[in-house]
């Protein structure tokens, strides 16, 4: 079975950096496309970026400029930079992998989440 597990999320004042990795384990599955959701306590989940096979980017409106996603093939880790930090980005970041096959979603995969926590 493939797990995901997230590490670096801490408590940070406003203005700071975090960066966060996830890991992928299991022979069967490399971390290919993948995003980054977060949750805060009462709200629903809600993405933050994603990377694409083919390297290409997105950011939600509210992080656009400030966190940068990346993927390192040989270490199977997706990563997020997260600069200048604001209270609003307080939440259990997820990271999120998956592989499709044409149009059709084949496996999606989940870490457990890691708390980041910034003050004001």
């Known amino acids: 079975q493939v797990q995901l597990v997230e590490s670096g999320g801490g408590l940070v004042q406003n203005g700071g950096s975090l960066r966060l990795s996830c890991t992928a384990s299991g022979v069967n599955f490399n971390i290919d496309a993948a995003g980054w959701y977060r949750q805060a306590p009462g709200k629903q989940r809600e993405l933050v970026a994603t990377i694409t096979s083919g390297g290409d980017t997105y950011y939600s409106d509210s992080v656009k400029g400030r966190f940068t996603i990346s993927r390192d093939r040989p270490a199977n880790t997706l990563s997020l930079q997260m600069n200048s930090l604001k209270p609003e980005d307080t939440g259990v970041y997820y990271c999120?992998?998956?592989?499709?096959?044409?149009?059709?979603?084949?496996?999606?995969?989940w870490g457990q989440g890691t708390q980041v926590t910034v003050s004001s």
């Open positions: 999120n992998a998956w592989l499709d096959v044409g149009k059709v979603r084949v496996l999606d995969y």
